[in-house]
Structure formats: structure tokens, C-alpha cells
């Protein structure tokens, strides 16, 4: 390892210790080419096993940057449009009011979501091998109505991304786990990322720590007890090194053509702010600053039980492209969005080379 290595290295360290996790994996890359993969910490409590390289961990809302990319490249084969209502495209979806698809992915289309839902967490403690079907997620979630007419405002809705998952499978008639594999895990060589579908899938994971369901407030490893299916869009599964291989990918223009990049970049105001980026944004499927430091900054956290994730990349630092990832096996705990927060780490100390 040499000294950007060695610099690198320090500072997921001091991060990881400073967030209060085990561990975490983290990979960095400069104008495509990877200059850090490692992990650091440990996979348990108690600090007796090392955290591998290649850990894999639920990516939980970063996979919301694959769907967005893998409906842009259905546009691209002119099987959708972006400012056509999702309804032309899924006319049973129970929803009166028309949505365009380019509202769906920028959370711009009021629609509503289960985050503020009692009965959302009652069910998920109650039975966490027993997720909600897409059809029940879509039924509880929709009978609240829009949260604001659609091109009105900004809301995250996880639900506007079931809604694109089920749009990728009509229009692919695939599922969604062969959509991804099919359109960009496979064409990038890609071996150890997939899109989960049952706890058995989840065996791969590394451990991964949440108070979520204890009611002592202890920490578990949650890896083989919370199914994948309660994340209603669906969730990734990756090592942090094969991540930013697809982030690489995006952003140099071998997923999407120039002018669909372009679309996915650009912004959409955000009214919160944020720890890192000077002018929160979101596009399509990416968190962005398009007032960064490092030109336009764009990627996307993630976080739920026993997880946070952070896939960041920065497009001009000191003049080269660098993406950083960070996936740390504890979820947001006690610091919120801690695999975010390491990933931005990661690019400030190769800004300061």
C-alpha cells in the first residue's frame, strides 16, 4: 500500500472509530482505477473477526441509483418515456392522479411513503421474516393520498420506487433480479452483487448490528433475521469494491449514453440540509451538490437494519474523477448516515494530497 493508500487508510479508521461501529468495508477509486479496497474493524462485538475486504452488506437506498439507471436504459431503447404517466405503463396501479415516470425517480410526484407509518414498524418487529407484499405495501401506503400534487414539491418515497421496480419488470419481463444481472451486473463482470429476494439469500452477508428488535435495547446481528422484502423497491446486495465499479461505470458513460446522464444529473432542490453538500439536490435516482468543492458531487446513502451505506462520486478532484464507498455494519444508531459521512472522509483526504 503506499502513502495515498496509507492516508486513506487512516481515515476510514478514524471515521469508523469516531461512528462507533464494528466495521466497515470501504473502496476508492481515481479516474476508474481503485487505490483502496479494504475493510477495517471487525464483523463481530467483540472484535475477534476481522472485517474482509469483500464483506457484503445490504446496500438498502443506493440501489435506488441501479433503478433509476436501468429505467434510463429503457428509455434509451425507446421502451418508455420519461415525461409519460406511469399509468400508460402499469394501468392497474391503484393510483387516480397521473405520474411521469421522471417524477417517480426524482421524488417529485407527491407520492407518499411508509416511513411515518405505525403500522409499518409494528408489522416490521412483529414478524421480520414476514415482509409485506409489493401489493400490500401499494394498498396501505396509496390510500393516504398524494402528499402534494405531482411536480409540486419534493418528498423521498420509497414507495415512488417500488413503483419503478414494478415498471422495470412489466416493461423487461424480468424479474427485477434478472433485470439488474441482465443490464448491469453481468455486462461490468460483476460476481458478488444481486439484487436479494429471501432470507436465504441474506446468508452471504457479513453480520450486521441494529437494536432495532431487541427490547433491551442490546445490539444483534440482524443478517439472518430481517428479510430483504421489506425493502419495497428491492435491495442490492454488493461488496463495496464492486460498487464502485458501478458507479465508475455511471458516471464515465459506459451504463448510459451522454444526454440520459445528463438527465440523471440534473437537480432538483432539496428543502433539507445536509452534513456534507452545500446544495442538496436530487436528480434522478442520485443524491447531489452541484456547488461541491469537487464539482458536481453526486451518489446516494443508505440505511436500515444492521447497515449504512455511502457511494459518493465527486467528478473534479484536483482534477481527477473519484468515487468512494463505504459499508459499515452497523446501521444508523448512533451516528445518522455514518457510511455516507466515511465516504465524503475518503474524498477530502485525496482532495488535500
Known amino acids: 500500500m503506499g502513502e495515498q493508500g496509507r492516508r486513506l487508510a487512516e481515515t476510514a479508521r478514524q471515521a469508523l472509530h469516531a461512528g462507533g461501529a464494528p466495521g466497515c468495508a470501504v473502496a476508492v477509486s481515481v479516474d476508474g482505477h481503485l487505490v483502496l479496497e479494504a475493510g477495517f474493524g ?18 438498502y ?18 421502451r418508455l418515456a420519461l415525461d409519460t404517466a406511469v399509468q400508460t405503463y402499469l394501468p392497474t396501479l391503484p393510483l387516480a392522479t397521473p405520474v411521469t415516470v421522471r417524477q417517480l425517480l426524482s421524488h417529485t410526484g407527491g407520492i407518499p411513503d411508509y416511513g411515518g407509518m405505525p403500522d409499518y414498524f409494528d408489522a416490521l418487529r412483529a414478524a421480520p421474516t414476514q415482509p409485506w407484499t409489493s401489493d400490500e405495501f401499494l394498498t396501505r401506503t396509496l390510500a393516504r393520498g398524494l402528499t402534494f400534487p405531482p411536480g409540486q414539491g419534493w418528498a423521498y418515497s420509497n414507495i415512488g420506487y417500488l413503483i419503478i421496480r414494478r415498471l422495470i419488470e412489466q416493461i423487461s419481463g424480468l ?47 440482524i443478517h439472518s433475521l430481517y428479510h430483504p422484502g421489506w425493502v419495497s423497491h428491492g435491495v442490492v446486495i454488493a461488496t463495496a469494491g464492486e460498487l464502485a465499479q458501478l458507479f465508475d ?36 435516482g442520485l443524491m447531489m451538490d452541484g456547488q461541491s468543492h469537487y ?22 478532484v484536483g482534477g481527477h474523477g473519484v468515487t468512494a464507498v463505504a459499508l459499515v455494519n452497523l446501521d444508523n444508531r448512533e451516528v445518522p448516515d455514518l457510511g455516507m459521512r466515511i465516504a465524503c472522509a475518503l474524498v477530502d483526504t485525496l482532495a488535500v494530497a
Open 249 to 284: 461505470a455511471l458516471f464515465a458513460g459506459v451504463l448510459l449514453p451522454e444526454e440520459l446522464l445528463a438527465a440523471m444529473l440534473a437537480p432538483t432542490l432539496v428543502p433539507h440540509s445536509h452534513f456534507w453538500f452545500r446544495q442538496p439536490s436530487y436528480g434522478l
Open 42 to 59: 471487525s464483523a463481530d462485538l467483540a472484535g475477534t473477526a476481522s472485517l474482509a475486504d469483500d464483506a457484503r452488506t445490504y446496500i
Open 175 to 221: 424479474s427485477l433480479r434478472a433485470a439488474l444481472q441482465r443490464t448491469l451486473f453481468a455486462p461490468l463482470g460483476l460476481r458478488r452483487t444481486f439484487v436479494a429476494e429471501t432470507l436465504a439469500d441474506a446468508s452471504v452477508l457479513t453480520p450486521g448490528y441494529s437494536a432495532f428488535f431487541s427490547t433491551d435495547g442490546e445490539l444483534a446481528d
Open 61 to 78: 437506498s443506493a440501489t435506488k441509483t441501479l433503478l433509476a439507471t436501468a429505467t434510463l436504459q429503457l428509455v434509451q431503447q425507446g
Open 295 to 316: 464539482g458536481v458531487s453526486a451518489g446516494h446513502g443508505g440505511g436500515g437494519p444492521g447497515y449504512s451505506v455511502g457511494a459518493l462520486h465527486c467528478m473534479d
